[in-house]
């Protein structure tokens, strides 16, 4: 019962200092400060969903770029390839290179939207949960079984 308590305090003291995230420009803000991509990963962790869409999002943005990165280092060999020696140019890796930049296009394309739908989401929770905080009352108790802390909803 302690441990579940505990826990609970700690949920609620971290919902307590949840702020608003506002995102400008690909860039995250707190109160007008910028703070990290992992900042704002921890601010997010209080919500779950809001942390799988941002986690969703994350790994669409790592998967794109890789492909990204992939087709234009195939395109790139190819082309060197070409240039240096008595082949003829356009060969199967000039074509499997875009492709590979042609499907990182759609892959990269939701990310934007699913971060922006993360904090939308962290920010409606905050913003409910600040409202209910009107409810709650924590008071500290003593009596000859010690002292303790007890908090009505």
Do not use: H
């Not at 704002?40 to 919500?47: E, F, H």
């Not at 875009?98 to 990310?111: D, F, K, Q, W």
């Amino acid at each position: 019962m302690k441990k579940i308590v505990q826990i609970a305090l700690i949920f609620i003291g971290l919902q307590a200092f949840s702020q608003k995230i506002v995102l400008e420009n690909g860039k995250y803000f707190v109160n007008g400060t910028q703070i990290s991509t992992r900042e704002t990963k921890q601010l997010l962790l209080t919500d779950y969903k809001a942390t799988r869409q941002f986690q969703k999002a994350k790994s669409k943005e790592g998967i794109g770029g890789l492909l990204l990165g992939a087709g234009i280092a195939l395109t790139v060999s190819d082309l060197a390839i070409g240039l240096f020696s008595d082949v003829k140019y356009p060969t199967a890796l000039t074509y499997a290179g875009v492709a590979t930049m042609a499907i990182s296009i759609p892959v990269l394309s939701g990310r934007s939207k699913k971060i922006k739908e993360a904090i939308d989401t962290y920010n409606l929770s905050v913003k409910q949960l600040g409202s209910s905080y009107n409810e709650l009352n924590y008071q500290v108790v003593a009596n000859q079984n010690g002292i303790g802390i007890q908090i009505k909803f």
